[in-house]
Antibody
Framework: QLQLQESGPGLVKPSETLSLTCTVS??????????WGWIRQPPGKGLEWIGS???????YYNPSLKSRVTISVDTSKNQFSLKLSSVTAADTAVYYC????????????????WGQGTLVTVSS | SYVLTQPPSVSVAPGKTARITCGGN??????VHWYQQKPGQAPVLVIY???DRPSGIPERFSGSNSGNTATLTISRVEAGDEADYYC???????????FGTGTKVTVL
């Protein structure tokens, strides 16, 4: 059974960089069949897609966050990572990693596997 | 940017049918995915590509999409269906996944 697990600091200071890692088990991140993504949810609010990455390193990001986001993949560790720079209190959220199937059609599918999420608080 | 609007809340009695709408400009031309999220848990995909159900999702969950409105229908509602529900589309004009505002379903 595929499992995704987020890890990283739960507290980040304003203006610093938030760094999280998602470890995939029960499946290979190097599969050509999937994209891997990050989604976040501020406390009591809705979901926001941050960005996604393919095993080859190809990425695409939410335009509203693109200038601050970097997503990378480490196939040797079966992990992918998120870096979000210059954080503010507005970046306080539960951060989820998730998987969606690769497709060549113009409308990609939804995310079918999710991690349990990790709360990151931005505060001094 | 593309906006998806959902009613904040829907209340339904056990055994009845709940309908959750997701409004967007010409959403019928897009593919809609639906997620269920229970308190303290990650979202679960319940409908993809407008009306397909992942394995393990009860047939009570169904979806439709036409014009400016997509709808998630939960038939024979059970207490365990109480959750927040989100719609999602891919907006090709901005290369962005967009989520709806979310609907809290309360089982009376």
């Amino acid at each position: 059974q595929l499992q995704l697990q987020e890890s990283g600091p739960g507290l980040v200071k304003p203006s610093e960089t938030l760094s999280l890692t998602c470890t995939v088990s029960g499946g290979s991140i190097s599969s050509s069949s999937y994209y891997w993504g990050w989604i976040r949810q501020p406390p009591g609010k809705g979901l926001e897609w941050i960005g996604s990455i393919y095993y080859s390193g190809s990425t695409y990001y939410n335009p509203s966050l693109k200038s601050r986001v970097t997503i990378s993949v480490d196939t040797s560790k079966n992990q992918f990572s998120l870096k979000l720079s210059s954080v503010t209190a507005a970046d306080t959220a539960v951060y989820y990693c998730a998987r969606r199937e690769f497709t060549t059609v113009t409308s990609p599918p939804g995310f079918d596997y999710w991690g349990q999420g990790t709360l990151v608080t931005v505060s001094s | 940017s593309y906006v998806l609007t959902q009613p904040p809340s829907v209340s339904v009695a056990p055994g009845k049918t709940a309908r959750i709408t997701c409004g967007g400009n010409n959403i019928g031309s897009k593919s809609v995915h639906w997620y269920q999220q229970k308190p303290g848990q990650a979202p679960v995909l319940v409908i993809y590509y407008d009306s397909d159900r992942p394995s393990g999702i009860p047939e009570r969950f169904s979806g439709s999409n036409s014009g400016n409105t997509a709808t998630l229908t939960i038939s024979r509602v059970e207490a365990g269906d109480e959750a927040d529900y989100y719609c999602q589309v891919w907006d090709s004009s901005s290369d962005n996944y967009v989520f709806g505002t979310g609907t809290k379903v309360t089982v009376l």
